[in-house]
């Protein structure tokens, strides 16, 4: 099993571009979610699903939009990048909800300019 | 609301030099305690979880303890291979799809 992968490991935008970032998890897990981590801070939560075709919104959602039409799959859409969104993301998934383990993908690590 | 205090923000020990990390929370129920381990440019790896006060979970040089208001990790004898950073993490039992992450204890092992 590959676990948790996200695409792409590094990326450069300019202030105002809009991307999107990968996330897939083939260990059949319902629950998946992306966090944020900041220098020196801990995880962020920024959106959650607890299956497809259901989401929800976490600690720090604004500028960000998800959607989750298979299992295994859980892209993270930036409408319109702002510095403020430099960080390291990473997506994770468990076996029964965000109150349970969880297991995280390698991360991406995004910078505005 | 949820939150998770860690300390220290940095530990640096000698090999061999036994110590622990702390992990201070509130929640309105607790689901689980979690401990994860990151490297550097890594993502965190899920090391234990603890579901009650007086629980112990242990793995190597590691142990976990938990109480109604913190959680302890001791690390026995460590080595520099330990080097990482701890995160600890509050599951509550009100909302299956939130945790709450603390900001983490940054470990060095000196050889």
């Known amino acids: 099993n590959a676990g948790v992968t996200q695409t792409p490991k590094f990326q450069v935008l300019k202030t105002g571009q809009s991307m999107t970032l990968q996330c897939a998890q083939d260990m059949n897990h319902e629950y998946m979610s992306w966090y944020r981590q900041d220098p020196g801070m801990g995880l962020r939560l920024i959106h959650y699903?607890?299956?497809?075709?259901?989401?929800d919104q976490g600690e720090v959602p604004n500028g960000y939009n998800v959607s989750r039409s298979t299992t295994e799959d859980f892209p993270l859409r930036l409408l319109s990048a702002a510095p403020s969104q430099t960080s390291v993301y990473f997506c994770a998934s468990s076996r029964e909800g965000g109150s349970y383990e969880q297991y995280f993908g390698p991360g991406t690590r995004l910078t505005v300019t | 609301e949820d939150q998770v205090t860690q300390s220290p923000e940095a530990l640096r020990l000698q090999e061999g030099e036994s110590s622990s990390l702390n992990c201070s929370y509130t929640v309105s129920g607790l689901r689980g305690l979690f401990w994860y381990r990151q490297d550097p440019g890594k993502g965190p790896e899920f090391l234990f979880t603890l579901y009650s006060a007086g629980e112990e979970k242990e793995k190597e040089r590691l142990k976990a303890t938990l109480t109604k208001k913190e959680s302890f990790l001791h690390i026995t004898a460590p080595k520099p291979e330990d080097s990482a950073t701890y995160l600890c993490?509050?599951?509550?039992?009100?909302?299956?799809?939130?945790?709450?992450f603390g900001d983490g204890t940054t470990l060095t092992v000196k050889p």
């Open positions: 993490a509050v599951g509550p039992n009100t909302n299956a799809g939130k945790s709450t």
């Open positions: 699903s607890v299956g497809a075709g259901i989401t």
